[in-house]
């Protein structure tokens, strides 16, 4: 059974920049509020929670101060907007919304460096205020109608809230609401569920609290 905590590692942040179901199914689905009120909620905490919520951390091999790789390494993102670089004595964090965001950052990283460059594990940006809350992220996923049910299984064992779906001729149109927790490697689990066909686009949609604080979680 898939755990929200698998393969990723949590912080929580004490500071941060200021930067209806498918009547065809037969699953039963959640059905969430209107995505206006989801907008709403998003917009009004943008201020005082991570614009990127997600973020993984790279350091050089051979390099004895990470400090100096990732000043130099920063310098190749400047004119980037889909992601965020931060240098530290640890190396260089790129932050994005998504995991798409963020590997196609690494690809630049590993033309650059090749082997030298040390790709730690994914990290969820957590907001710490009255409460731990999570990133939540809007999603968008297409797929055909043979695998409608596959996929809307797999959303709601992630958690998912079921927004909308939209049923077509050939396809269906499936818009949910899930933690970003849940959702870590969910490009390649979609092509498995879909035999390749099926599209999703994802971005953050607001923080919410976290039901179960997550394991090992630090104040960064």
Excluded at 169 to 181: E, G, K, V
Excluded at 197 to 218: D, F, I, R, T
């Amino acid at each position: 059974m898939r755990s929200k905590h698998d393969n990723v590692t949590f912080l929580d942040h004490d500071v941060m920049e200021n930067r209806g179901p498918a009547s065809a199914s037969q699953l039963s689905l959640r059905v969430a509020p209107a995505l206006s009120t989801v907008a709403a909620v998003a917009q009004g905490k943008r201020a005082s929670h991570p614009e990127y919520p997600l973020e993984r951390l790279c350091s050089h091999h051979s390099e004895p101060f990470q400090l100096t790789f990732a000043r130099h390494a920063q310098q190749h993102f400047l004119m980037r907007e889909d992601v965020q670089v931060v240098a530290s004595h640890k190396g260089l964090s790129i932050r994005g919304e998504t995991e798409e965001a963020i590997e196609a950052a690494l690809v630049v990283l590993k033309d650059l460096y090749g082997p030298n460059i040390r790709i730690g594990p994914p990290t969820i940006r957590y907001h710490k205020g009255v409460s731990l809350e999570e990133p939540w992220m809007g999603m968008r996923v297409r797929c055909g109608n043979n695998h409608l049910d596959a996929v809307n299984a797999d959303l709601i064992d992630r958690n998912a809230t079921i927004v909308s779906c939209e049923i077509e001729r050939a396809d269906c149109l499936i818009q949910a609401c899930t933690p970003l927790a849940n959702l870590m490697g969910y490009r390649s689990s979609l092509e498995k569920l879909t035999e390749g066909a099926g599209k999703h686009a994802m971005w953050l949609s607001h923080y919410a609290p976290v039901e179960s604080p997550p394991p090992g979680g630090q104040a960064a």
